[in-house]
């Protein structure tokens, strides 16, 4: 019974690979060979690695190491960035990673959208050369792995209104607070820190290092347990209780909260071909279960209202492709927009949560098993849903730059 059983898991797994007729508008004629490249070494790690083992991995909360230390080796590490051992990756190519990962496992993909997208891109945008220098190389390569520090137990929404301290003490700094949610921040090495002056009020990004005795005295972080999605990555509560940091680890171009902005305009985007990867992995999975899955005498594909629902998915996840590309075009011609990113962030995660939910409903009782791979997608774009701003967020965000009322606070323009 295990060896038929392991049997039919390995061909389910083998087919999924295939992304079996989810390019139906010939998105992939329009990659560059750059952009093809990215995207075919993704997809065969995905495919022979990745998806073997990701169920494992969620289901005991634990971080893929063995995944994680690949991705060097794939040249995939390092987003845009150029130099430093980095990607330097197109944004396009850069949209087509995330959705690969997200594919094979969500826990994954923020894994290097945390360490690569927010520290690593926070070091290129807000540091000085010499901070580049310092910690970009041996972040490439992932020798030291990093972690974004933004949000607060009280401020999410409203992360510029955060309440973290940074007060100056001859050549360092003294760092007190309280970060939640923060991936990496139990296991990270290099912990990107925002916090308020309190010599002129404004935000400003610091370095928090691990060194080799461990993090420096005052910095606590404990993981999140209990988690219903993204269970492979660990996100922690952190306390900085008069952390000191040199004032060589203060990011020389981080004046103001605009900087830590600027990071995130750059990650919003991504979040849409996060969830696109989701729903790529859902609509495989489904579309490989109903054509083997036999009742009433006949596979479920020959039911008219199977086909329907599917064809109704198909339609979905072709929208959302050509969402991405065509911010992934107005990036790579540096004319992207925040607005634009929010919109599209919006629009696919909300349509990944449709069309997941969709696929497991098709699955009947076996959606919910691990082995079928819908119910972790199901999980894990919740999480993608909310982060980087949610749904009502990128709504008010859209509404403002269309009607020139800002709904944020009453009043606000």
Known sequence: MTATRDATVDRRRRNLGEALGTDFFFVRDQFTDEQWQSFIRTRRFVDEEVLPVAADYWERAEL????????????????????????AMTP???GLVHMELHRGDGSLGTFLGVHAGLAMQSIALCGSPEQRARWLPDMAALRRTGA??????????????????????????????HKRW???????????????????GQVKGFVVEKGPDGYPDGYSAEVIGRKGSLRSIWQADIVLDGVRVADDNRLADAHDFAAAGRVLANTRS?????????????YDAVLT?????????RTLTSFQIVQQRLVKMLAELTGMQLYCMQIGRLADQGRLSPTVAGLAKMNNTSKARWLIAEARDLMGGNGILLDHHVMRHMA??????????????????????????????????
């Open 64 to 87: 893929p190491w063995p995944l994680i230390r690949r991705l060097p080796e794939l040249g995939i590490v390092g987003e845009d960035i150029h130099g430093y051992g980095c990607a």
């Open 380 to 413: 894990d774009i919740e999480a993608i849903h909310t982060f980087e701003g949610t749904e009502t967020m990128q709504t008010l965000i859209v509404g403002r730059d269309i009607t020139g009322i800002g709904a944020f606070t009453a009043g606000a323009r």
């Open 92 to 94: 396009t190519a850069c």
């Open 148 to 177: 974004f520090a933004l949000t607060e137990p009280d401020h999410g929404s409203d992360s510029v209104a955060l309440e973290t301290t940074a007060r100056r003490d001859g050549d360092h700094w003294v760092l007190d607070g």
């Open 270 to 282: 991504i979040c849409a071909w996060m969830a696109l990867g989701h729903a790529t992995g859902a």
């Open 182 to 200: 923060i991936g990496n921040g139990s296991a990270g090495d290099i912990i990107v820190v925002w916090a308020r002056s309190t010599e002129d």
């Open 289 to 297: 279960y109903v054509s083997e899955r036999r009742q009433f005498g």
